[in-house]
């Protein structure tokens, strides 16, 4: 059977990961987080000090930009690959709202974009893989076989956030989740480049009202279809 472009593409927390990580160990394909690493240079970024609450020294970061090194090794207890920045594991810090609150303005800068995109396509490069993000089908692999677009109502997918932050032992409030998720959604959308959009041969689907089952049931239908 051919190899295939998968791209899932949609807003904060739509569960574009879940249904990402599903899809590639079903199909034995791999899975690239890019949202992963446009974390990991924020976590760069606020770990040298060029980002706090109310300073960015965009020029620092975009001209140290070469010392990032962010890679993925697949953890077979986990059944998926961990990111890490320069050698360390940092799956657990970039999922921090701290974090959360600063990728955005990251992630408009676009020295930071043309780095990693470049990197995302090497990764894609022989097909086979599975990738999710906000530009995927847009820019990265425009040539997709499969684009979806994954959307869920914000409270929905802030209480998915919430539950996932609370789970994992953080101390955070339900408010300032569903804030951090409005807002990355508003500026990943407003950015000039590569904004969060619909790619016109996307897939929307709307997952507010479905289980993970018929999530993934949707999904791979949609896959065999194309394959
Ligand atoms: O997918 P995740 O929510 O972890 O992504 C974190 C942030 O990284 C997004 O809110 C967005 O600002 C940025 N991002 C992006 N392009 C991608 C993936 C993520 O701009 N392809």
Aim: a negative charge; proline letters at 2%.
């Amino acid at each position: 059977m051919q190899n295939i472009t998968i791209a899932i593409d949609g807003f904060s927390s739509t569960g574009k990961s879940t249904v990402a990580k599903q899809l590639a160990k079903h199909l034995g394909y791999i899975y690239v987080d890019t949202g992963a690493m446009y974390r990991a240079v924020t976590l760069y970024t606020m770990q040298n000090g060029w980002i706090d609450k109310d300073q960015f020294d965009v020029d620092a970061l975009v001209s140290n930009l070469d010392k990032i090194v962010i890679s993925f090794t697949f953890n077979p207890e986990l059944g998926f690959a961990e990111v890490y920045l320069n050698g360390v594991n940092i799956e657990r810090e970039i999922r921090t709202l701290e974090v959360s609150s600063f990728v955005s303005k990251v992630a408009a800068i676009p020295e930071v974009r043309y780095q990693l995109v470049k990197q995302q396509q090497k990764m894609g490069k022989d097909k086979g893989v599975v990738m999710d993000g906000r530009d995927i089908g847009t820019v990265v692999f425009p040539y997709a076989e499969l684009k979806l677009f994954m959307t869920a109502s914000a409270d929905k997918r802030a209480i998915r956030r919430f539950d996932e932050l609370i789970g994992r032992g953080d101390d955070v409030k339900y408010e300032d989740v569903l804030r951090n998720v409005k807002e990355r959604d508003y500026i990943d959308s407003h950015r000039e480049d590569s904004p969060l959009v619909q790619a016109e041969d996307a897939i929307a689907i709307d997952n507010s009202d479905l289980t993970l089952e018929q999530q993934f049931d949707t999904v791979l239908n949609l896959v065999n279809k194309t394959l």
